[in-house]
T-cell receptor, first 113, second 113 residues
Framework: AQKVTQAQTEISVVEKEDVTLDCVYETRDTTYYLFWYKQPPSGELVFLIRRNSFDEQNEISGRYSWNFQKSTSSFNFTITASQVVDSAVYFC??????????FGPGTRLSVLP | DAGVIQSPRHEVTEMGQEVTLRCKPISGHNSLFWYRQTMMRGLELLIYFNNNVPIDDSGMPEDRFSAKMPNASFSTLKIQPSEPRDSAVYFCASNQGLNTEAFFGQGTRLTVV
C-alpha cells in the first residue's frame, strides 16, 4: 500500500522567511513518482513538480526548491523568501506501478505580511 | 488547451436525489481520476480510468456511487441517492498515463441538504 504523510498541519511564517514543508512517503514499488501540488484559496490544484525515484538530484525553480532523499523516504519542499501569495495548502503525492495518485493530507501555509 | 472541464461548478440538491457530475479530460490524456475533498478526509481517490477502462474503484465509498467513461472525452460520477455526508468538492483530473503529472479541473462543490 502507498501512503504519504505530511506531519505539519499548519505553518505560519512572516513574509521573507524561509519555510520547509515536509513529506514522507511509503511504497513497496521500486519505481515511483513524487509530486507537489499547490491549492490556493481559490481552490484549484496547481501542479508544481514531478520527480522519479531514480533521480535524487535536488531541484530549484526560482524561490522553490525540493530535496528528495530516498534513504529517509522524504521529499521536502522549501520556499525561500516567502511571500503572501505563497499562502495556500500544499500537497505531496505519490504514484507507483498502479499509476494511481495518493495524496498526503496537506500542509496549510500562511505567510503573514 | 482548455484544461480539464468539470460541470456543474456548484450543485445543491436535496437528500435522496440523484446527482451527476461531469468531466471532460484534456485531449490526448488517457487516464482520468475522480477525487473527493473534505476537511475531515482530505483528498481521496475515488476511482481512476485508463483508456476508458476502470482500473481501481476501491475508493468508491459505497454502492450509491458509480462512475462511467463512455469515451475518451467524457466521464460522469453519479451519486444515487445522495446523502448530506456526500457534501464535498469533487475533482476530476487527467494525465497522459505513465505516472505523468495530473491536471485538475476546477472542481464541483456539492451540497446535499
Amino acid at each position: 500500500a502507498q501512503k504519504v504523510t505530511q506531519a505539519q498541519t499548519e505553518i505560519s511564517v512572516v513574509e521573507k522567511e524561509d519555510v520547509t514543508l515536509d513529506c514522507v512517503y511509503e511504497t513497496r514499488d521500486t519505481t515511483y513518482y513524487l509530486f507537489w501540488y499547490k491549492q490556493p484559496p481559490s481552490g484549484e490544484l496547481v501542479f508544481l513538480i514531478r520527480r522519479n525515484s531514480f533521480d535524487e538530484q535536488n531541484e530549484i525553480s526560482g524561490r522553490y526548491s525540493w530535496n528528495f532523499q530516498k534513504s529517509t523516504s522524504s521529499f521536502n519542499f522549501t520556499i525561500t523568501a516567502s511571500q503572501v501569495v505563497d499562502s495556500a495548502v500544499y500537497f505531496c503525492a505519490l504514484s507507483g506501478y498502479g499509476q494511481n495518485f495518493v495524496f498526503g493530507p496537506g500542509t496549510r501555509l500562511s505567510v503573514l505580511p | 488547451d482548455a484544461g480539464v472541464i468539470q460541470s456543474p461548478r456548484h450543485e445543491v440538491t436535496e437528500m435522496g436525489q440523484e446527482v451527476t457530475l461531469r468531466c471532460k479530460p484534456i485531449s490526448g490524456h488517457n487516464s482520468l481520476f475522480w477525487y473527493r475533498q473534505t476537511m475531515m478526509r482530505g483528498l481521496e481517490l475515488l476511482i481512476y480510468f485508463n483508456n476508458n477502462v476502470p482500473i481501481d474503484d476501491s475508493g468508491m465509498p459505497e454502492d450509491r456511487f458509480s462512475a462511467k467513461m463512455p469515451n475518451a472525452s467524457f466521464s460522469t460520477l453519479k451519486i444515487q441517492p445522495s446523502e448530506p455526508r456526500d457534501s464535498a468538492v469533487y475533482f476530476c483530473a487527467s494525465n497522459q498515463g505513465l505516472n505523468t503529472e495530473a491536471f485538475f479541473g476546477q472542481g464541483t462543490r456539492l451540497t446535499v441538504v
